[in-house]
């Protein structure tokens, strides 16, 4: 693979129907865990060029709270570089080595919460007005964290209609929220998308004792029903008979940037157990269509 496509993307150009030019998004993701996935969190940047916006959205699980979260809707998109700057956050990830290491960095203020169900009752689209309102402690949040590659050769996405890859690799640096810093010396997958609606994040990773990775795309269902695909791993029998996501979990509601439809996101970590590799886990899913 090229190194070429560590760059920033652009739109295919020439004519192109309006509808696929305003859901053409880049998707730079990474979620990091301890090696038994007591701890983690995910870093996530969409980058939408023809709306001129990006929309980022960060959260830790495991430390002292349920969930400590902070999105943005409406951030300037950068037109050189990752970097985002906007009232109460600066966040920055930058290659350093094309496929093999990339440095994190983010200093913010979140929310934090022991009912994680308060960070998904308010739509997350671009351009509605910057910070998601959350309930919850206002707590500063921020990340030091370097991901360097120790996996199998990048994964190319072969789902239509986007393109990328996904990473394993190790991930270690500090994660403070408020006044506690974690040392982090873990695992984590960097994943790297584009194209036209495809989904705000990236791949579902978990890693087994003996150092096996599964690494899994997430992908819309096009199968014209209003239900997303939802992770089939091993876990995905936390989400129970009722179909809800287990608490402790990383919840966000998108907007299709076409107005058509809002989608419920839940991320959630797998903590490592007999039969089951730690790591994380998610779902996609359909919350209401809109424009009906």
């Given at each position: 693979?090229?190194?070429?496509?560590?760059?920033?993307?652009?739109?295919?150009?020439?004519?192109?129907?309006?509808?696929?030019?305003?859901?053409?998004?880049?998707?730079?993701?990474?979620?990091?865990?301890?090696?038994?996935?007591?701890?983690?969190?995910?870093?996530?940047?969409?980058?939408?060029?023809?709306?001129?916006?990006?929309?980022?959205?960060?959260?830790?699980?495991?430390?002292?709270?349920?969930?400590?979260?902070?999105?943005?809707?409406?951030?300037?998109?950068?037109?050189?570089?990752?970097?985002?700057?906007?009232?109460?956050?600066?966040?920055?990830?930058?290659?350093?080595?094309?496929?093999?290491?990339w440095s994190y960095g983010?200093?913010?203020?979140?929310?934090?919460?022991?009912?994680?169900d308060q960070a998904a009752?308010?739509?997350?689209?671009?351009?509605?007005?910057?910070?998601?309102?959350?309930?919850?402690?206002?707590?500063?949040?921020?990340?030091?964290?370097?991901?360097?590659?120790?996996?199998?050769?990048?994964?190319?996405?072969?789902?239509?209609?986007?393109?990328?890859?996904?990473?394993?690799?190790?991930?270690?640096?500090?994660?403070?929220?408020?006044?506690?810093?974690?040392?982090?010396?873990?695992?984590?997958?960097?994943?790297?998308?584009?194209?036209?609606?495809?989904?705000?994040?990236?791949?579902?990773?978990?890693?087994?004792?003996?150092?096996?990775?599964?690494?899994?795309?997430?992908?819309?269902?096009?199968?014209?029903?209003?239900?997303?695909?939802?992770?089939?791993?091993?876990?995905?029998?936390?989400?129970?008979?009722?179909?809800?996501?287990?608490?402790?979990?990383?919840?966000?509601?998108?907007?299709?940037?076409?107005?058509?439809?809002?989608?419920?996101?839940?991320?959630?970590?797998?903590?490592?157990?007999?039969?089951?590799?730690?790591?994380?886990?998610?779902?996609?899913?359909?919350?209401?269509?809109?424009?009906?």
């Amino acid at each position: 693979m090229e190194p070429r496509l560590e760059r920033i993307q652009a739109p295919p150009a020439g004519p192109a129907d309006p509808a696929t030019a305003v859901t053409w998004c880049e998707v730079f993701d990474l979620v990091y865990f301890s090696p038994q996935a007591t701890f983690g969190g995910h870093i996530t940047l969409v980058r939408w060029p023809v709306a001129q916006r990006a929309w980022f959205w960060s959260a830790v699980l495991g430390g002292d709270h349920a969930l400590v979260s902070v999105v943005d809707t409406d951030a300037s998109l950068p037109s050189d570089s990752l970097e985002l700057r906007s009232n109460g956050l600066w966040a920055d990830q930058n290659c350093e080595r094309a496929f093999e290491h990339w440095s994190y960095g983010l200093e913010a203020f979140a929310v934090a919460t022991d009912a994680p169900d308060q960070a998904a009752r308010h739509d997350a689209e671009p351009g509605a007005g910057g910070h998601v309102e959350l309930w919850g402690e206002r707590v500063p949040l921020g990340h030091d964290l370097e991901w360097e590659v120790d996996g199998p050769t990048v994964t190319e996405v072969a789902s239509s209609p986007g393109a990328g890859y996904s990473q394993p690799g190790i991930v270690h640096g500090e994660v403070v929220v408020g006044t506690t810093t974690y040392e982090l010396d873990g695992f984590g997958v960097r994943s790297h998308r584009w194209g036209p609606r495809i989904p705000p994040v990236g791949a579902v990773a978990r890693r087994g004792e003996a150092g096996e990775w599964r690494v899994e795309e997430l992908g819309f269902d096009e199968s014209g029903t209003d239900e997303l695909r939802i992770d089939d791993g091993p876990d995905s029998s936390q989400l129970g008979a009722s179909g809800t996501a287990p608490t402790t979990r990383s919840p966000v509601r998108w907007a299709d940037p076409a107005g058509q439809a809002l989608y419920a996101i839940d991320r959630w970590l797998q903590a490592g157990r007999p039969g089951t590799a730690p790591g994380w886990s998610q779902r996609i899913r359909r919350a209401e269509r809109r424009g009906r």
